[in-house]
């Protein structure tokens, strides 16, 4: 008997990754993978390409540890063609008391926490291990709390001095987002998996889904066994045209990537966040400037923490990404980007505060600048959404937030077991829809402090 014959809405990172896995677990599978434009180009093309198992709740620590593992498997088989490496995520802050920060790293990494965690108070520490070298085979999981300041002055030169604490994150890092789907993509084209490049304007359900797709040749109408909605943050579309109503929204928000011809960020550091709010560094002419405009006067308020800066394009690169997710406003997603013209000199300032050495860019950005965004498509407890959606034979897999890359292999292999039927990890029914209706499950993530994510 035939494989069934299935569609896969969305040629994102997420959208390919459910196809590679689903064809490893199907024998003969028939896929076939749509969406408007070419693989990678909407929203997995604006990925900051990082990765971290680091976060509040052991369902989420468990989820992306295994898509960590899967993406390692990849880069063993590829050569590493997805340039991963693990310098980590070093999480800074000027406190000195940071045992709330510590209580959320324990919750999250659960009973192994006292494995993982190492605490660094003197300024030599042999077990604080270099990450002088890009490799992230031989790295150390857990975390690394940095609490001696001659051990954050020698180990990171060129942070605030006024830094009191680092948290590093050691199974963390960059990845090439484009590589990752292009190796997938390739495996799957020896294979057979079929692309089409159209838009799906409508799916009929009766005997199997009819999905009408509009594309350069026309518009033509296709029945298929089975539809999974990878459709990013045009995943609520796409739900609808099966009646089904997603607990979902997005938000837009923005990078930049420039050439630090300047070399004030070291290429070895890690991937870096500044856990405190802050005044954004105007000068008082431009603060008063601001506070009179009643659009922008925000700007010269509090401002979130969060802001992260990190090298790009490896050792031997010059480039420099910046961001700074302070949008939490919902939006309806275009394929145009809403891009905020003052974007790149807000965050250039922000992230100065963590990194003074971008001072010298203020004003001056270099006309190459990269700016550009992209959307989150989130549900309000910040989980994704895989598993069955709504008729039989509807799947998806979505809302995935700003982590899409990093969870993308986990969410590919966990969409493809719900579809033939294997076995489920233990994260499975937290992402599901059937979480809804767990009040005990509810009722615990309401409480969760995701201060530090």
């Known amino acids: 008997m035939p494989a069934p014959k299935t569609l896969i809405i969305g040629t994102g990172i997420v959208g390919i990754a459910t196809a590679y896995y689903l064809a490893r677990a199907e024998k003969n599978a028939r896929i076939t993978l749509v969406d408007r434009d070419q693989p990678m180009s909407y929203t997995s ?17 468990n989820f992306t540890n295994r898509s960590i593992a899967l993406m390692e498997e990849i880069a063993r088989a590829s050569g590493n063609q997805i340039n991963m490496n693990r ?6 802050t000027r406190r000195t008391d940071i045992d709330d920060l510590v209580e959320q790293v324990r919750k999250g990494f659960g009973d192994a926490s006292e494995r993982l965690l190492r605490f660094h108070d003197k300024p030599q520490a042999d077990d604080y291990h270099s990450f002088k070298s890009p490799d992230w085979e031989g790295v150390p999981d857990g975390l690394d709390i940095v609490t001696n300041t001659d051990l954050i002055r020698s180990r990171f030169p060129s942070y605030d001095p006024e830094i009191r604490s680092i948290l590093h994150v050691r199974r963390g890092g960059d990845i090439s987002g484009q590589q990752l789907g292009m190796y997938m993509l390739e495996q799957m084209r020896e294979i057979g998996v079929r692309r089409v490049v159209g838009e799906v304007k409508d799916i009929a359900h009766n005997a199997g889904f009819a999905v009408t797709i509009a594309g350069a040749d026309g518009t033509h109408t296709e029945t298929y066994d089975r539809v999974v909605n990878a459709a990013g943050p045009f995943a609520d579309k796409i739900a609808q045209m099966l009646g089904v109503d997603l607990p979902v929204y ?71 990404k910046l961001g700074w997710a302070y949008n939490e406003k919902p939006g309806t997603a275009t394929w145009e ?3 905020d013209p003052n974007y790149p000199e807000i965050v250039l300032r922000g992230a100065a505060r963590l990194q003074p050495g971008l001072k010298a860019y203020y004003g001056q950005l270099p006309r190459n600048m990269h700016h550009y965004g992209g959307w989150y498509t989130m549900t309000k407890e910040n989980w994704p959404l895989i598993g069955r959606m709504g008729p039989e034979g509807a799947f998806m897999n979505c809302a995935l937030s700003g982590y899409g890359t990093m969870a993308a292999c986990a969410a590919g292999e966990l969409c493809a077991a719900w579809m033939t039927d294997g076995t489920l990890p233990d994260y499975a029914h937290g992402f599901s829809v ?20």
């Open 434 to 453: 059937d979480r809804y209706g767990d009040a005990e499950l509810m009722a615990a993530l309401a409480t969760v402090d995701r201060g530090i994510l």
């Open 337 to 339: 980007q809403p891009t």
């Open 87 to 92: 310098r980590g995520y070093a999480l800074a």
């Open 45 to 61: 093309a604006q990925s900051g390409e990082n990765y971290r198992n680091w976060w509040s709740e052991p369902t989420m620590v």
């Open 250 to 320: 997005n938000t837009f928000q923005q990078k930049i990537a420039f050439e630090d011809r300047l070399g004030v960020i070291p290429r070895d550091v890690p991937f870096s966040i500044d856990l405190d709010g802050q005044s954004i560094d105007w000068t008082e002419e431009e603060r008063t400037l601001l506070k009179g405009d009643p659009e922008m006067a925000w700007l010269a308020g509090d401002m979130p923490g969060a802001i992260h800066c990190r090298p790009d394009g490896g050792d031997g690169g010059k480039w420099v």
